[in-house]
């Protein structure tokens, strides 16, 4: 035991797993302990706790990003009215709705398949963040200023699920 800290058995069992496997891909650090030897030995009791209550708000707040993105990308595709009004209003083009609503569709999908794949997620965020900040820009250059929070309420989840997955 390092530091004086108590294990449980379930917990020195997976210690002595990862500690006594060599791995020829591990490279040695100081005084001959690998890397994995190095981070094993400094955790502290209920680290792998906070690490799978962290890894559920990830993906709480991925999925719940990526279904209201989704079903934003869905209501451009079927011309709902609350969203169509609005592009007519800001002289958004007509041949440019299906690009706009394929492009918060990939995002929406990216986010998701980013929980597996995090370089996708981060990249399907940074994508969703600049759609949603030329969104801003679309909204105020059409001077419905009353309306600038309504993308930034899409946008504040967006960058929370991307920097959340950039952290995993």
Do not use: C
Not at 12 to 35: C, F, I, M, N, Y
Not at 106 to 121: D, E, F, Q, R, T
């Amino acid at each position: 035991m390092e530091h004086g800290d108590a294990l449980r058995p379930r917990e020195a069992h997976r210690r002595l797993e990862l500690t006594d496997t060599p791995d020829p891909a591990v490279t040695p650090g100081p005084r001959g302990v690998s890397k994995v030897q190095r981070v094993v030995g400094e955790r502290r009791p209920g680290a792998e706790r906070k690490a799978v209550k962290m890894s559920i708000a990830t993906t709480i707040v991925v999925l719940a990003t990526a279904a209201w993105v989704g079903f934003s990308a869905f209501s451009v595709y079927t011309r709902k009215s609350w969203v169509v009004d609005n592009f007519v209003d800001y002289e958004v083009p007509r041949s440019w709705w299906f690009w706009l609503g394929s492009a918060k569709a990939l995002g929406a999908i990216g986010l998701v398949v980013g929980m597996w794949i995090p370089s996708l997620a981060v990249a399907a965020a940074i994508g969703l963040v600049l759609y949603f900040l030329g969104a801003v820009v679309t909204v105020m250059r059409a001077r419905a200023y009353r309306n600038v929070p309504f993308p930034m309420l899409y946008l504040a989840p967006v960058v929370a699920a991307g920097l959340m997955t950039a952290s995993v």
